[in-house]
């Protein structure tokens, strides 16, 4: 699907442009991040720059693919999330208004900054821009290094702290939705690798599921902090197959048909080691698929039924 005809319709370059920068903590266990946000004041050379690049990544989104754990998108794609599945609100709220007490007021309080948000107003609508900080807005890090300009056909000591703002994006939020274009740096500003992580430990501690395997060492080491096998774990418990016993007996009985390599004790549980893992993940998210034509079989990334 295009995007929204009316974030198409937008008008990034008359609206007003405000800079954000957050820093975040906490989210561990469960619990909601903390962002502490402040605004800053900019140039107007500035903000014609920010409004150039974020109207440059709306104009090369060409359609929206619907979000989910495995869905991957392209330089051409976003990823559609509506934004209460997330801590997006949470961010955007505390851009509402730039009161003087959250204004940046010293070096200290951009040092070590999260992300940021490139906040665009018009006709009183928001539209915000978000990417998490590289290198040079952690404090740590400029310690390691000698800034310098060229000046006068040679270098020269820079004692000015600068920090880079980049021409990408990793997601946009706009209204109840939010377009994802860099999905890793979108999860750790909103925390959703945090949620893997409490969704696989659940699903670890799940009688139904535990009840499938001889032993879970192999599973739980094969997936480790990996946010990729997070992520299909988090699947695996959406999806929910494994609470199926049909969809677990044509399992055991059509696995080495469509060539999965996994095996099984004399009580029909599966016995995982960290080779046949990636196999045994395939199987339980449906993952293993057989053409109708070729009678190939393949190993796609996301399925959706068609009814």
């Known amino acids: 699907m295009p995007l929204p ?24 266990g469960g619990t909601v991040p903390n962002y502490n946000g402040r605004w800053i004041t900019t140039t107007d050379a500035l903000d014609t720059a920010l409004r150039t690049a974020m109207q440059t990544q709306r ?19 976003a990823l559609a999330i509506d934004t209460l599945e997330t801590h997006a609100p949470i961010v ?42 590289d290198t040079t807005w952690q404090s740590k890090k400029r ?38 274009l860099n999905k890793s740096n979108f999860e750790s500003v909103l925390h959703y690798k945090a949620a893997h992580e ?10 139904e599921f535990a009840a499938l395997f001889s032993d879970m060492t192999a599973i739980q080491t094969y997936v480790g902090t990996n946010k990729i096998h997070l992520r299909r774990a988090s ?8 609470l199926d016993e049909e969809f677990m007996q044509r399992l055991r009985a059509g696995f080495a048909r469509v060539g999965l390599n996994i095996e099984f004790d004399n009580n029909g549980r599966i016995v995982p080691t960290i080779d046949t ?24 990334q996301d399925a959706t039924p068609i009814i």
């Open 5 to 28: 005809q009316n974030l198409l319709d937008y008008d990034i370059t008359n609206a007003s442009v405000t800079v954000w920068l957050f820093k975040k903590s906490g989210g561990t």
């Open 59 to 77: 104009d090369q989104i060409e359609e929206t693919i619907p979000f989910s754990l495995l869905a991957q998108n392209n330089e051409a794609s």
């Open 92 to 133: 955007a709220e505390k851009t509402h208004a730039p009161l003087q007490d959250k204004a940046v007021r010293s070096l200290q309080q951009i040092q070590n900054t999260s992300f940021y948000v490139i906040r665009l107003v018009h006709n009183n609508i928001p539209l915000l821009g978000v990417r998490k900080t």
């Open 143 to 180: 310690r390691m290094k000698i800034d310098v300009v060229f000046d006068n056909e040679g270098l020269t000591l820079d004692e000015q702290p600068a920090f880079s703002l980049s021409q990408y994006l990793d997601f946009f939020i706009f209204g109840e939705q939010i377009f994802v």
């Open 198 to 207: 409490e969704d696989f430990a659940a699903l670890r501690s799940q009688d």
């Open 235 to 242: 699947a695996i418990r959406q999806k929910g197959h494994y």
């Open 277 to 300: 893992c990636p196999d045994i993940f395939q199987a339980l998210l449906d993952h293993r698929l057989t053409s109708s034509f070729s009678e190939t079989n393949y190993d796609v």
